[in-house]
């Protein structure tokens, strides 16, 4: 039988009144109960007896100090708040509201050149086609090893990296061509990304061709009347054909664009290397099949109406050298500076300069960028075209082919410097007259003892066959201009460069009409090559003016290791003063950053101006140069001023002249020359048989 529920409710009473009691009677006899022990009397049994009741303090747990490790948890949660948050922002709040606040802070922003055109009736005409450059297309995979397990179709080069970060060593795997071949290697296929989307961004928020696209559109272009020539940029040119027909590709759709839009020809857009891998399709159109495409003589004549070439390498660039030898540009130098061993050491798993050398060393296409023309364009031991003043474009501007060689702001101070010398092994070196200088001939040493334990390298690079009787050797050639900067290489890199030279070649040719010319390693070299009878095609070379751009390297030899690279960029060598252009151990000249002016101005200054026999036709050449001038703040991002190799992509004045000349303008139409720099002074300066 159940109890009352008075029953439960009083014995529940009963049992918590006997506990409280309980416990009050512990808590009093803490306090009443003395010990028997003590006995009474005295200050110091007073003492003992209070220490005795003393009640024991509780813990404080609410002031507990946090840890290195709630801190950085704490951090990275404040981190990921803010940026959901910022992106519940972004994605909720209308689209004026943006440009409301820049308005605010900037005034009223300027109109895009497309929409600014289109207000003038400008409209599409000439179809475009648009050429990237090195690293800027897509790569995507269609065939890998087992660890790219789920990757098929997806990108692998451009877009997010993401494979880049959860699996470096099967991404590099899969980016780097075979030593052998020059192509993917066995059971891997990588392949360029089609359409407009190849090259518009490089990453997600980094434009490249995106802005140009989208002013060409404001004045009617469309995806039928625009063609994004992608290509694999690692291979070397004439190998894009022999393994996609990239180069039949352009052909057929630059036909294909004539054709369909009234028979206008094209208005071609090549960027970077882009520059240097159009300028062999024009040899390749036109050589007889099955060498060439068999378009005859004539090809360009009927199709193209004009190349504007941006940022171009016509003459390559000393990055490439730097890049070549040490896998190092100023940017890396100055990292490896910051964090010594960091990158040199195995962290992670990763030795990471040698994988980037190892990787960049498959990509054949990178050795049209290493400087052409030899000491006659780049300098000698005592000379350069620059030598005098490497810099006044940032207070002067000339147009119409008014060529003044005036004016103030120079980038660095000049004096004592000298071009010439692309690699010196040691300050005093790069100062030094060259009747002072005694160099070791490197050619002639021998290779035989071999780094130690460089058997045992996870990376093997050629520089562990070279041994330290070489190394030394090759710093005491002590310096390097262009004429011997392939000597080194060779040396440094025989097998590598044994395959570049089968597909590029970098001197000044004696007779062009000469039958060697006719092979397709000469085509991109515009020393070396005619450009087609098309006297009714226009040429342009747009390019930025007014950075700091790298032009010669102080090097040291690395501290010694097994399997380490053993040169390295010396960046505790600086000039002497503040407007020094030496610092960090690189010397810096006038140009876009990436392409110093000579290379990018040369060839449209004088090697191609008028009739020349680098230009027998005579076709118009027209140098436009890009002032820098940086955003004028945050709001503004990459700039649109920006004379910087890519972001020069988005620069308006240029983009301006581009949507003019697809518009129906000729290089007279928007002002013929206009120049900053004293390219055409150096250009002068520069012997050479025209």
Not at 190 to 196: A, D, I, N, S
Not at 237 to 259: G, P
Not at 273 to 299: C, I
Request: glycine share 10%.
């Amino acid at each position: 039988m159940s109890k009352p529920l008075s029953f439960y409710r009083s014995y529940f009473l009963s049992k918590t009144m006997s506990f409280l009691r309980r416990k009050n009677g512990t808590d009093s006899s803490k306090t009443r109960v003395a010990d028997p022990n003590i006995k009474k009397g005295g200050a110091d049994d007073d003492d003992k007896k209070k220490d005795q009741y003393k009640i024991p303090q509780r813990r404080n747990y609410g002031s507990k100090k946090w840890s290195c490790w709630d801190n950085c948890c704490w951090f990275i949660g404040f981190i990921c708040s803010i940026w959901w948050f910022c992106l519940f922002l972004y994605n909720t709040m209308p689209d004026s509201i943006p440009q409301f606040v820049t308005m605010a802070i900037t005034g009223p922003l300027p109109d895009p050149p497309g929409v600014k055109l289109r207000k003038e009736g400008l409209t599409a005409n000439h179809p475009v086609v648009l050429v990237p450059g090195v690293v800027t297309g897509g790569l995507e995979l269609w065939e890998g090893r087992h660890c790219a397990e789920g990757l098929l179709g997806k990108r692998l080069w451009g877009g997010s990296f993401g494979e880049f970060y959860k699996r470096p060593l099967c991404w590099l795997e899969h980016i780097s061509l075979d030593n052998d071949t020059g192509f993917d290697p066995p059971g891997i296929r990588v392949r360029p990304v089609t359409g407009l989307v190849a090259a518009d961004y490089f990453a997600t928020g980094y434009f490249v061709w995106a802005v140009v696209i989208a002013n060409l559109a404001h004045i009617g272009y469309e995806e039928k009347s625009l063609y994004m020539a992608a290509y694999d940029w690692r291979l070397s040119f004439q190998n894009t054909e022999i393994r996609d027909q990239s180069l039949t590709r352009i052909k057929s759709n630059i036909e294909l664009l004539v054709a369909t839009h009234g028979g206008k020809k094209v208005v071609v857009l090549p960027h970077s290397m882009g520059v240097q891998y159009f300028l062999h399709f024009m040899k390749w159109v036109e050589t007889p099949a099955p060498r060439g495409g068999g378009g005859g003589p004539d090809w360009c004549a009927k199709h193209i109406k004009a190349i504007m070439n941006i940022g171009a390498p016509f003459l390559g660039s000393p990055k490439s050298i730097a890049l070549h030898f040490s896998i190092e540009v100023r940017d890396i130098a100055a990292l490896r500076a910051q964090a010594p061993g960091l990158l040199d050491k195995d962290v992670l798993g990763l030795q990471t300069f040698k994988h980037l050398m190892r990787m960049f060393r498959t990509w054949d296409a990178t050795f049209s960028m290493i400087p052409k023309g030899g000491e006659t364009i780049w300098g000698g031991l005592d000379w350069s075209p620059e030598t005098e003043t490497v810099n006044n474009s940032a207070k002067k501007g000339t147009d119409n082919s008014t060529r003044n060689t005036g004016g103030n702001g120079n980038i660095c101070n000049t004096k004592g410097v000298n071009y010439g010398r692309l690699i010196s092994f040691s300050k005093d070196w790069a100062e030094t007259h060259s009747s002072k200088i005694e160099r070791v001939d490197f050619k002639h040493v021998a290779k035989g003892d071999k780094l130690t334990n460089s058997s045992n390298c996870d990376i093997w690079l050629e520089y562990h066959e070279m041994g330290n009787r070489a190394i030394k050797a090759v710093a005491d050639h002590k310096v390097y201009t262009a004429g011997s900067i392939l000597d080194l290489l060779h040396y440094v890199a025989p097998k590598l460069m044994a395959r570049g030279a089968s597909h590029f070649s970098y001197g000044i040719a004696d007779d062009l009409d000469d039958p060697k010319y006719d092979q397709y390693k000469y085509w991109s070299n515009p020393l070396e090559t005619k450009l087609p009878n098309a006297p009714d095609m226009e040429i342009y070379s747009l390019y930025g003016v007014g950075l700091p751009t790298e032009r010669g390297y102080i090097y040291k030899v690395a501290p010694p290791s097994d399997c380490s690279i053993p040169f390295q960029i010396d960046t505790s060598v600086d000039g002497d003063s503040e407007d020094s252009c030496l610092k960090g151990g690189v010397f810096s000249g006038d140009g876009d950053e990436t392409v110093p002016i000579i290379s990018a101005g040369f060839m449209c200054a004088k090697g191609w101006r008028g009739k020349t026999r680098f230009n027998p036709s005579g076709i118009r050449t027209y140098n436009r140069e890009y002032k820098h001038a940086p955003p004028a703040n945050l709001l503004e991002g990459r700039g649109t001023q920006s004379g910087s190799h890519v972001d020069l992509l988005g620069n308006f004045a240029l983009i301006e002249d581009v949507l003019r000349v697809a518009a129906g303008a000729t290089g007279e139409d928007i002002g013929g020359d206009r120049v900053y720099s004293d390219i055409f002074k150096w250009s002068e300066r520069i012997n050479i048989k025209l």
